[in-house]
């Protein structure tokens, strides 16, 4: 791929289109030092980091024929065009601009059937053959012919696996992961990959100072046996090369239960009128599409109900309108309180979660790869804020014996992202990654555009025949 890639004058798309690659390749890694010091590119290839392409792989399952599950995998550089949201000047922009045919690029699909319990070393050992392509692209590198006619010799290096909490347990054979959660706390084996978190005396929802998982963070290995992702060159702490997904961990997680806990709390309290829920949960959508209209935030969703919302047993929320929804509660919540003749704390915490949940994705989304340091002390502040405000909002609702505001695992991976940018403010570190490169958005239209090619072929050779699919798609694209 890379090769074609070269020769069909692509290869540039892999740091950004315009830029020299010597410039941008020897900036990038001059930065990912900051992030992964340990990195086994900087003694193999300390003397021409400027021929060192990075790379990330990403693994999801997909639906092919009679809703059988599809493992596809594939790889993509961090380093792409842009974001459509940024609005702040970048030297490296992000891999989120573009069709998903030309950012990532497929490397092979694997049917479900062939990787269950039964069977489950079929995966490693696709895995398997990867790794070793990796590691031989890594020590070996491959010649790259352009169309001018001129050459250049690349190398390749592994900077990270993206993809849901669990394909990470799956590809990297994780004994700490979040289906380790329990109510007992003196049996928990832990379910984070980075920390002890989980484990007996080590809370998991503990982001204050002195909280006990930080002083266990990479001191133990999460693997049950180390997957074949393994043996490809890589930091010194091969968990971190398992990257937490945002996507998941926001906008389908903490911020997407922030989002509908708090319009079930403008239910909870009346504040629209003492009419029958669904007549509520109507009103409140009219005021949210109302406001979407006005500031231009796009709505997917045609209406509010018991059923999105699981109430009143619960109060989760689909990902695809949380930014739109938070945006829409820190107005609501705001124009609200300020009718009120005594303060209310639990509508005020609501308020400030929603305030900077929305100052973090607002920074991440504006910024480029790389977050200058105003950004990231920024983010780490908001990250913080939210946790604190976000705590005090689940206490609130455990005092009333009401199902809002759940303190999941992803509420602890929240952490992790507050203090990975709180400890590079406090380092004045000039720049720092920005996890949007971890986020799986586009890798996941990839993996359904792939999986629609799958239900179009014989599925006794769906494997070739989808892989040959997909190549005559790419080689249709512009």
């Known amino acids: 791929m890379l090769r074609v890639l070269a020769l069909h004058g692509k290869l540039p798309a892999l740091w950004g289109g315009n830029q020299s690659a010597v410039e941008v390749l020897a900036k990038f890694w001059r930065r990912f030092r900051q992030l992964h010091p340990s990195h086994a590119i900087y003694t193999y290839h300390k003397n021409r980091l400027h021929q060192v392409l990075p790379l990330m792989l990403h693994a999801d399952e997909g639906e ?16 792409g065009a842009g974001i459509s949201t940024q609005t702040e000047p970048t030297d490296m922009p992000l891999n989120y601009v573009g069709s998903s045919f030309k950012t990532r690029f497929l490397i092979s699909v694997l049917l479900k059937r062939l990787y269950t319990k039964q069977v489950k070393e079929s995966l490693d050992s696709l895995m398997s053959i990867i790794a070793t392509d990796l590691k031989q692209l890594f020590e070996q590198g491959l010649r790259l012919d352009f169309p001018d006619g001129k050459h250049q ?33 003196q049996v928990g084996v832990g379910i984070c990959h980075l920390c002890e978190a989980g484990r007996p005396g080590v809370p998991l929802h503990d982001f204050s100072e002195h909280a006990a998982w930080r002083t266990t ?73 109302e406001f979407c209209t006005r500031t231009k935030h796009p709505l997917h969703m045609d209406g509010l109900t018991r059923n999105l919302l699981n109430f009143p047993r619960d109060s989760s929320y689909p990902a695809a309108d949380t930014t739109a929804v938070l945006a829409f509660l820190e107005e609501f919540f705001r124009n609200h309180l300020a009718t009120l003749a005594n303060p209310d704390p639990y ?8 305030v900077n949940a929305n100052i973090f994705l607002r920074t991440l989304y504006r910024n480029g790869l790389w977050l200058p340091l105003q950004a990231t002390t920024e983010v780490a502040q908001s990250g913080y804020n939210f946790l604190r405000c976000y705590a005090e909002c689940a206490q609130h609702a455990y005092n009333q014996g009401k199902t809002r505001y759940k303190l999941q695992p992803k509420y602890h991976t929240m952490i992790h992202f507050a203090d990975f940018y709180g400890t590079a403010a406090r380092s004045r570190q000039r720049f720092t990654w920005n996890i949007l490169a971890d986020g799986c958005q586009m890798d996941e239209d990839l993996v359904g555009k792939v999986a629609t090619l799958s239900r179009a072929v014989n599925v006794r050779s769906v494997h070739t025949d989808t892989v040959s699919r997909y190549l005559l798609k790419l080689w249709e694209e512009p």
């Open 347 to 354: 509508l005020e915490s609501a308020h400030d979660a929603c």
């Open 217 to 289: 963070f990479l001191r133990t290995s999460p693997f049950e046996t180390m997957g074949p992702l393994a043996d490809v060159p890589q930091t010194a702490s091969p968990e971190m090369m398992l990257r937490y997904d945002p996507f998941h961990t926001l906008h389908k997680g903490c911020f997407a239960e922030l989002a509908g806990s708090g319009l079930v709390m403008i239910i909870d309290y009346g504040i629209l009128g003492d009419d029958s829920v669904p007549k509520q949960l109507n009103s409140l959508y009219q005021l949210l599409q």
């Open 153 to 185: 010799h690349y190398y390749v290096a592994w900077v990270g696996l993206k993809g849901d909490w669990p394909i990470q347990q799956k590809l990297g054979h994780l004994q700490r992961h979040f289906s380790r959660l329990t109510t007992n706390e």
């Open 64 to 79: 092919t024929l009679k809703k059988a599950g599809l493992m596809v995998i594939s790889w993509q550089s961090p380093v």
